[in-house]
């Protein structure tokens, strides 16, 4: 089982629709929880972090977290063409300084 | 008043050489990291250094040596580059568990 894992993707939604973005995680006693977008050839910038459960919102960006299903997601309202890009789940498993990744789901905003 | 700045940006190189790639931070965080990146984006921890100690040494060959000369700075030397090192490697930094600030990447090719 992999650490921690999201849905494949790749995810298209029209502009002005919402983007739902999810991540399971396998360690329960995981902590801290990050969302990063990357841009093709960028490298990977914070957009949201979440370190208890509900909701958190952040402008067009809600993330949510459920421990007792290991699950966090990232919404994105009103999506844009400028959010189409990579969209990255990171948890700190072990409240160590270890963050682990997931693959990753690409979204493309259809204009 | 780049935050996290990795040289070199590109590398191409022959099978076989050594290369190193530098990092430095200016955000006076105590914990700086090497990540890798492949060709189906997995990102993916390989080291991790607080306050110039090694904390975190994933399943990385021994070509791979990092060092920690002082909390702002770690560098990757690679030994013996083989064609299966081709990926962006991307420096990262944070303060205790706060969330990562990453380099803009070294993308090294090998022919």
């Known amino acids: 089982q992999k650490e921690v894992e999201q849905n494949s993707g790749p995810l298209s939604v029209p502009e002005g629709a919402i983007a739902s973005l999810n991540c399971t995680y396998s360690?329960?006693?995981?902590?801290?929880f990050f969302w990063y977008r990357q841009y093709s050839g960028k490298s990977p910038e914070l957009i949201m972090s979440?370190?208890?459960?509900g909701d958190k919102e952040d402008g067009r960006f809600t993330a949510q977290l459920n421990k007792a299903s290991q699950y966090v997601s990232l919404l994105i309202r009103d999506s844009q063409p400028s959010d189409s890009a990579t969209y990255l789940c990171?948890?700190?498993?072990?409240?160590?300084?270890?963050?682990?990744f997931g693959a990753g789901t690409t979204v493309t905003v259809r204009a | 008043d780049t935050a996290v700045s990795q040289t070199p940006k590109y590398l191409v190189t022959q099978m076989g050489n050594d290369k190193s790639i530098k990092c430095e931070q200016n955000l006076g965080h105590d914990t700086m990291y090497w990540y890798k990146q492949d060709s189906k984006k997995f990102l993916k921890i390989m080291f991790s250094?607080?306050?110039?100690?090694?904390?975190i040494n994933e399943t990385v060959p021994n070509r791979f040596s990092p060092k920690s000369p002082d909390k702002a700075h770690l560098n990757l030397h690679i030994n013996s580059l083989e064609l299966g090192d081709s990926a962006v490697y991307f420096c990262?930094?944070?303060?205790?568990?706060?969330?990562?600030?990453f380099g803009d990447g070294t993308r090294l090719s090998i022919l």
């Open positions: 360690d329960r006693g995981s902590q801290s």
């Open positions: 990262a930094s944070s303060q205790d568990n706060q969330p990562q600030h």
């Open positions: 250094y607080n306050n110039k100690e090694l904390i």
């Open positions: 979440i370190y208890s459960n």
């Open positions: 990171a948890v700190n498993m072990r409240g160590d300084y270890k963050l682990s």
